[in-house]
């Protein structure tokens, strides 16, 4: 288990077939990485994936992102 028993965030992402893209569906809080897989299968039966994968939110490393929508206000 994480410190503290804390719950991090996972992201999923699938495949439905071989050959399509890797897509983001969902995502969920898990106390471990082991408890996110079983999340994962569980909640997201509703395909037959040829591919499921989960990653820490915290572990994914942006290379671009891009410019908010809006400006919050009151934020210079």
Same mark, same amino acid.
């Given at each position: 288990? $994480? #410190?503290?028993?804390? /719950? &991090?965030?996972?992201?999923?992402? $699938?495949?439905?077939?071989?050959? %399509?893209?890797?897509? &983001?569906?969902?995502?969920?809080? !898990?106390?471990?990485?082991?408890? +996110? /897989?079983?999340? +994962? &299968?569980?909640?997201?039966?509703?395909? %037959?994936?040829?591919?499921? &994968?989960?990653?820490? /939110?915290? !572990?994914?490393? #942006?290379?671009?992102?891009?410019?908010p929508l809006f400006e919050?206000?009151?934020?210079?």
């Amino acid at each position: 288990m $994480t #410190a503290n028993n804390q /719950k &991090q965030e996972y992201l999923l992402f $699938t495949r439905i077939k071989r050959g %399509d893209d890797l897509m &983001q569906v969902g995502s969920f809080h !898990a106390e471990s990485d082991e408890l +996110a /897989k079983v999340y +994962a &299968q569980y909640i997201y039966d509703e395909e %037959d994936w040829v591919e499921m &994968q989960v990653v820490r /939110k915290d !572990a994914l490393i #942006a290379v671009r992102l891009p410019e908010p929508l809006f400006e919050k206000e009151g934020v210079n």
